[in-house]
């Protein structure tokens, strides 16, 4: 079966980013420090309904400033929120790959994520509407998340291909491996070189 789309995560792949930059300068208006702030936040999974639209950008400020005891406004806070990714060397060589495979191979290009609305928002604002891609799948907008069988089934119908005509790419190994759980061609994404190895191995390039 040959392959006729590439389907990529955005964080650690088409941009970086660092939670703890939102947490040591949310630590600036909480009662806590930055490392109760994370375990809060982060590790305990405060932000998860929001990635799955559960809840809106509103209500999970409320939440937030709650939760950590912080004094800050909404619009400081999504601020905040915002600004964690950046541009590597990798996710710059990787977008111009898609966009030469898209060309040269007609491959079809999917970008499915775990995020939330504001950081989608940041995301667009970095690295533009992402027009290179033939279909977007967004966890807050589908309200599903990985490693559920339901945001993969989105991208694939989407993109109007089978599971086997794909290769989806997560830098989180688990999150590969669901792919691969319902046949796509799930890649563990540890840098642009090894990803480049791994298609010339699946005769993609």
């Given at each position: 079966?040959?392959?006729?789309?590439?389907?990529?995560?955005?964080?650690?792949?088409?941009?970086?980013?660092?939670?703890?930059?939102?947490t040591?300068?949310?630590?600036?208006?909480?009662?806590?420090?930055?490392?109760?702030i994370?375990?809060?936040?982060?590790?305990?999974?405060?932000h998860?309904d929001?990635?799955?639209?559960?809840?809106?950008?509103?209500?999970?400020?409320?939440?937030?400033?709650?939760?950590?005891?912080?004094?800050?406004?909404?619009?400081?806070?999504?601020?905040?929120?915002?600004?964690?990714?950046?541009?590597t060397?990798?996710?710059?060589?990787?977008?111009n790959?898609?966009?030469?495979?898209?060309?040269?191979?007609?491959?079809?290009?999917?970008?499915?994520?775990n995020i939330?609305?504001?950081h989608?928002?940041?995301?667009?604002?970095?690295?533009?509407?992402?027009?290179f891609?033939?279909?977007?799948?967004?966890?807050?907008?589908?309200?599903?998340?990985?490693?559920?069988?339901g945001?993969?089934?989105?991208?694939?119908t989407?993109?109007?291909?089978?599971?086997?005509?794909?290769?989806y790419?997560?830098?989180?190994?688990e999150?590969?491996?669901?792919?691969?759980?319902?046949?796509?061609?799930?890649?563990?994404?540890?840098?642009?070189?090894?990803f480049?190895?791994?298609?010339?191995?699946?005769?993609?390039?």
């Amino acid at each position: 079966m040959s392959i006729k789309a590439i389907i990529s995560d955005i964080g650690n792949v088409l941009l970086n980013f660092d939670h703890h930059t939102i947490t040591k300068r949310l630590a600036n208006y909480s009662l806590y420090p930055e490392d109760r702030i994370y375990n809060i936040i982060i590790e305990k999974g405060t932000h998860n309904d929001y990635d799955k639209g559960l809840i809106s950008s509103n209500e999970f400020y409320q939440r937030v400033k709650d939760r950590i005891k912080a004094n800050i406004d909404f619009e400081d806070f999504a601020n905040i929120w915002k600004h964690m990714f950046y541009k590597t060397e990798d996710s710059k060589k990787l977008k111009n790959l898609l966009i030469k495979l898209k060309k040269s191979k007609n491959l079809k290009i999917g970008v499915l994520s775990n995020i939330n609305e504001l950081h989608y928002q940041e995301v667009t604002r970095i690295i533009g509407k992402m027009a290179f891609a033939d279909f977007i799948t967004l966890s807050y907008e589908i309200h599903s998340v990985k490693p559920e069988k339901g945001i993969y089934q989105n991208a694939l119908t989407g993109l109007k291909i089978r599971a086997e005509e794909c290769i989806y790419m997560d830098d989180i190994k688990e999150y590969a491996e669901a792919a691969s759980r319902i046949g796509i061609i799930g890649i563990h994404y540890t840098g642009y070189d090894n990803f480049v190895k791994e298609l010339k191995e699946l005769k993609v390039l």
